[in-house]
């Protein structure tokens, strides 16, 4: 298949020029670092709560000083003599999410947030951007790391966990942790044949398919105290490992967690860049959070294509195609260009898809709807997996987009 270049392939986004290597400033060790993020509506703030040390470090070991997509925030490693950027990873957060949501209009709440960085060879300056709709800066935080400090506790892996697929070394391929919440004693059998159901679904759709070679998945499996997650609408609360639940922002469906400590002590010690919960129950929902997690329900009759669909948005920063109008109606101002690949205002329609357009590649096209929006925003395709559960593949924007993503992290290209 024909290659297409977006601005996001031309140019990888708030990269410094000079080239660096992965051991000239870091260790193979990981760096966890663990923040409070807080405000409402109109303000945000940021706190230090934590450093950890882990062994291995499974991130990327090239593209080290630039980001792929811009997302909703940052976090960067910079030299503290010359401020060069030394490695930085994008983001977004559910406090973030929140923001746009009526409750935050009217109180205050704080977030837990877990990021890993490589562990550094020297002190470094530790820098935290967190950005508005308007792509605007809302709340920066810098501050330094030393990695001979005293405080910095070492951590080690708490569960057993198992390789389900791949196998290869960490700095060569994009490693995957799939654990589970809500799975107790008894379910930790149902858990690994979920967890290999998940794989599978991933692994099977275009271009993933296609990519296998560059990914390894391994299963954590965590003992939660109860079998099943909170549903809190039907009153019932139960007591898991990451306290995941139904009814977030008062949307039934929608299930996540806000226990990211809780999360990242449960998997330290274990090589992972990325993150996929499998609740252990059979009803519909689910979240992904693009450079964060995603989350579904690990015995839905649907989980394996919402397991997809979920993992296009927390891997590849793909944004939802569906829209209604009743919610989230306004997380995408008109006059801004959303960084997400996928969706388009036409603000700065030439950074998104329309060299695919102009090349006359099949099925591509605006159409109008996305983003939660029915009018004012545009999609690629008349339909894709990012839009609804019944359509079976990724349309020609949305693969385009998960093959640049693989390419960044395994510093290869796709022939």
Known sequence: MKRFCCILTALLVSGT????????????????????????????????????????????????????????????????????????????????????????????RAFENCFQVPWPKRKVNIRVTLTDKYRRVSATLTHPVDPSDILIRPLKAKHPWRQIQGGGHHGERIDVAIIGDGYSKKDIKQFYTDASNAVASLMGHKPLSDMQDRFNFIAVAAVSDDSGVSVPHENKWMNTCFSSHYDTFYTERYLT????????????????????????????????????????????????????????????????????????????PQDVEPWEPNITTKTDFSAKWKAMIDSGVPGVGLYEGGGYRSKGIFRPAEDCRMKTNEFPDFCPVCREAIIRTVDYYTGTETK
Not at 258 to 279: K, M, N, T, V, W
Not at 295 to 311: A, C, K, Q
């Open 257 to 332: 967690t806000s226990s990211q400590r809780a999360l990242y002590f449960d998997l330290a010690g274990i090589p992972f860049e990325h993150i996929i919960i499998l609740a252990n129950t059979s009803r519909y929902g689910g979240g992904g959070i693009f450079n964060s997690l995603t989350i579904v329900s690990g015995s839905n009759r649907l989980s394996g294509i919402v397991t997809v669909h979920e993992f296009g948005h927390a891997f590849a920063g793909l944004a939802d195609e569906y829209f209604y109008d009743d919610e989230y109606s306004d997380n995408y």
């Open 17 to 108: 020029a000079f080239a660096q290597h992965f051991s000239d400033n870091f260790e193979d060790a990981t760096l966890r670092l663990d923040y409070i993020f807080s405000g409402n509506a109109e303000e945000s703030r940021i706190a230090l709560a934590g450093a950890y040390k882990t062994r291995v470090w499974a991130g990327r070991r090239s593209n080290m000083d630039k980001v792929l997509l811009e997302g909703n925030g940052k976090i960067e490693v910079l030299d503290p003599s010359s401020g060069k950027v030394l490695y930085c990873n994008p983001f977004s957060t559910l406090f973030q999410e929140w923001q746009s949501t009526a409750e935050a209009r009217q109180t205050t």
